[in-house]
């Protein structure tokens, strides 16, 4: 008789992201990596920052071999589920994409300061190079 493999939303496996309960999706597999937190050999904070997101790429970058993979099995606990809603956004991209914005929306007033300050000092670095 054919084993049922549980379903998860990306929203189910998302909330499970902390060390005491870790879980990564990766190509749209979901596994439970509490346990195995303290022997991965990047750190445990690497598996923490893939939670909440399908992390296939962030795996494949970092060149796992088949060992690593046959170990992943392990920890395999479901699948996400197909008809669930897209996959959101992680939380702290979109933190990181406001900072970006707001930079990108600063006056130029605020730059010139620090930009007219690098072209004095290297306008005197040039004048003071051409006196020796």
């Known amino acids: 008789m054919p084993t049922l493999t549980k379903l998860f939303s990306m929203e189910e496996?998302?909330?499970?992201?902390?060390?005491?309960?870790?879980?990564?999706?990766?190509?749209?597999?979901?596994?439970?990596?509490?346990?195995?937190?303290?022997?991965?050999?990047?750190?445990?904070?690497?598996?923490?920052?893939?939670?909440?997101?399908?992390?296939?790429?962030?795996?494949?970058d970092a060149g796992h071999s088949q060992d690593a993979r046959d170990e992943m099995e392990k920890y395999f606990v479901g699948e996400l589920d197909p008809s669930a809603a897209t996959i959101p956004e992680p939380k702290q991209e979109k933190k990181d994409m406001d900072t970006i914005q707001k930079i990108k929306d600063l006056p130029l007033q605020y730059w010139a300061a620090p930009i007219a300050v690098v072209g004095i000092s290297i306008v005197v670095g040039f004048l003071y190079l051409r006196k020796k």
């Open 13 to 60: 496996a998302a909330e499970h992201n902390t060390k005491d309960d870790c879980w990564v999706v990766i190509d749209g597999k979901v596994y439970d990596v509490t346990s195995y937190l303290d022997d991965h050999p990047g750190g445990d904070d690497v598996l923490l920052t893939a939670t909440g997101k399908d992390a296939k790429e962030e795996f494949e």
